[in-house]
């Protein structure tokens, strides 16, 4: 199975932060990339896809590269509705893999 | 808009049995494959099976092979997690979850989520 691991696994920023996070594969997996956000009580949002895409209706501010093995989820000026946990997918075979998260907190 | 709406979850005692629903509207249900996901606290996201648009086809994790079934039924828009001799440690939140495109197989990112429904497996 393919592993994936984010880091850093929790990371405080103020509003209007750039930040980035990374996720690395354990094998090369091409762009079958993607990138969540998670909140306590929300349904999970599908933010990136094929590493760089972004998904309809989420915001400019998101940003995502990388191929191979590795890739990074760059948010280029944080806000408020922000501040949620991030999740890498590697969708390239199965068994489907996920990072462990990303937690995103307010300074 | 496209929803997936979960049911079924609930308390257990381990080495019994539970199914799990998801009801989808907004979307060609049968055009698409599902996935079932789920969470926990400690170990985040888990990916637990995937069934194709015509059911012909279906994927799972290692951990639950031989104990889980997904189904799906195109005419009710419904899609299946029939769950036997759980244990502990597949207590978690289940999530039902779209495929974004037309793939057979679960190569694929998901596009939508239900809102997730808790399966607790205690004596």
């Known amino acids: 199975d393919i592993q994936m691991t984010q880091s850093p696994s929790s990371l405080s920023a103020s509003i209007g932060d750039r930040v980035t996070i990374t996720c690395r594969a354990s094998q090369g997996i091409s762009n079958y990339l993607a990138w969540y956000q998670l909140k306590p009580g929300k349904v999970p949002k599908l933010l990136i896809y094929a590493a760089s895409t972004l998904h309809s209706g989420v915001p400019s501010r998101f940003g995502g590269s990388g191929s191979g093995t590795d890739f990074t989820l760059t948010i280029s000026s944080l806000q408020p509705e922000d501040f949620a946990t991030y999740s890498c997918q590697n969708y390239n075979s199965a068994p489907i893999t996920f990072g462990q998260g990303t937690r995103l907190e307010i300074k | 808009q496209v929803q997936l709406v979960e049911s079924g979850g609930g308390v257990v005692q381990p080495g019994r049995s539970l199914r799990l629903s998801c009801v989808a509207s907004?979307?060609?249900?049968?055009?698409?494959?599902m996935h079932w996901v789920r969470q926990t606290p400690g170990k985040g996201l888990e990916w637990v099976t995937f069934i194709s648009y015509d059911g012909s086809n279906e994927e799972y994790v290692d951990s639950v092979k031989g104990r889980f079934t997904i189904s799906r039924d195109n005419s009710m828009n419904t899609v299946y997690l029939q769950m036997n001799s759980l244990r502990a440690e597949d207590t978690a939140v289940y999530y039902c979850a779209k495929s974004r495109g037309y793939t057979y197989g679960p190569e694929e990112s998901f596009d939508y989520w239900g809102q997730g429904t808790l399966v607790s497996v205690s004596s």
């Open positions: 907004g979307f060609t249900f049968s055009s698409y494959g």
